[in-house]
């Protein structure tokens, strides 16, 4: 279960195994910000109507919150998520640019990497050995298109991190219980994944479900992560609006949650 903790209302939800290895992280809730309905409040989400300087002051707020140096977040790394499977590999600080993209991963020093959701599952990796981190954003595109694996993969190619190393944790995100799909998703992911894909799915008062979470956590342990080294009992966005963004719940009109992992270096 992930820990929280509270400052001025600004809610971090955390794994404790990656605060124990000492990797500065968070799944934030949408308290504590300053930005109105529909985006309130603590909203990172700059594509909406909600103007950017809110998003600063949040921005700011969050740095406080989390007791972060004046300017920690100022390289905060975002991407234009477009429900795809590519993944950016930051190499150098030059590489910090908008990207259309879903996942990324980095050695740099004090670059945060961050994901934007309200309802998609935010993923955050780290390899304690290579000091490497990675984010991904994993709807129900994204899983099919496997980019929580299509992360690892980049993480081990790239620094030369081992499966059986990485520790991994997923945010907030609509669970089962709230996530019902029709029976086409259930058939792309059969032929995505054959039967072990039958495991993602119930069948709960006549209707399907999708579990996002228990999909990404099997693609990840059949490519060697370790089941104890992936966090994954979030809550679920839809049930809780007041602590958490739910497009679902609230019909597209709302704001996107941050969710960030960095490495950091006085
Ligand atoms: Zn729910």
């Given at each position: 279960?992930?820990?929280?903790?509270?400052?001025?209302?600004?809610?971090?939800?955390?794994?404790?195994?990656?605060?124990?290895?000492?990797?500065?992280?968070?799944?934030?809730?949408?308290?504590?910000?300053?930005?109105?309905?529909?985006?309130?409040?603590?909203?990172?989400?700059c594509?909406g109507?909600?103007?950017?300087?809110?998003?600063?002051?949040?921005?700011r707020?969050?740095?406080?919150?989390?007791?972060?140096?004046?300017?920690?977040?100022?390289?905060l790394?975002?991407?234009?998520?477009?429900?795809?499977?590519?993944?950016?590999?930051?190499?150098?600080?030059?590489?910090?640019?908008?990207?259309?993209?879903?996942?990324?991963?980095t050695?740099l020093d004090?670059?945060?990497l961050?994901?934007?959701?309200?309802?998609?599952?935010?993923v955050?990796?780290?390899?304690?050995?290579?000091?490497?981190?990675?984010?991904a954003?994993?709807?129900?595109?994204?899983?099919?298109e496997?980019?929580?694996?299509?992360?690892?993969?980049a993480?081990?190619?790239?620094?030369?991190?081992?499966?059986?190393n990485?520790?991994?944790?997923?945010?907030?995100?609509?669970g089962?219980?709230?996530?019902?799909?029709?029976?086409?998703?259930h058939e792309?992911?059969?032929?995505?994944?054959?039967?072990?894909?039958?495991?993602?799915?119930?069948?709960?008062?006549?209707?399907?479900?999708?579990?996002?979470?228990?999909?990404?956590?099997?693609?990840l342990?059949?490519?060697?992560?370790?089941?104890?080294?992936?966090?994954?009992?979030?809550?679920?966005?839809?049930?809780?609006?007041?602590?958490?963004?739910?497009y679902?719940?609230?019909?597209?009109?709302?704001?996107?949650?941050?969710?960030?992992?960095?490495?950091?270096?006085?």
């Open positions: 279960m992930l820990k929280i903790s509270s400052t001025n209302n600004i809610k971090r939800f955390f794994s404790a195994s990656l605060e124990k290895n000492g990797v500065m992280h968070g799944f934030l809730a949408r308290t504590g910000g300053v930005s109105l309905p529909p985006f309130s409040s603590l909203n990172f989400d594509k109507t909600d103007p950017p300087e809110n998003i600063a002051r949040n921005t707020l969050l740095t406080a919150g989390l007791s972060l140096r004046s300017g920690a977040l100022s390289n790394f975002t991407m234009n998520q477009v429900h795809a499977g590519s993944v950016i590999e930051l190499i150098d600080i030059s590489d910090l640019k908008k990207y259309d993209a879903d996942a990324v991963i050695k004090n670059v945060p961050g994901i934007l959701t309200a309802d998609c599952m935010p955050l990796f780290y390899d304690p050995v290579n000091k490497a981190i990675g984010a954003h994993a709807g129900w595109k994204g899983t099919l496997d980019i929580s694996v299509k992360t690892l993969n993480m081990q190619r790239r620094f030369g991190s081992k499966a059986e990485v520790l991994t944790a997923f945010g907030p995100y609509i089962p219980c709230c996530y019902t799909v029709g029976k086409d998703l792309k992911f059969t032929a995505a994944f054959g039967n072990t894909a039958n495991d993602y799915f119930t069948n709960k008062d006549n209707c399907l479900r999708l579990d996002i979470g228990k999909a990404n956590s099997s693609r342990v059949l490519n060697g992560v370790r089941p104890e080294n992936i966090e994954r009992d979030a809550p679920c966005t839809s049930c809780e609006t007041n602590t958490f963004f739910s679902r719940q609230e019909n597209g009109a709302t704001g996107r949650q941050l969710s960030f992992i960095m490495l950091i270096k006085d």
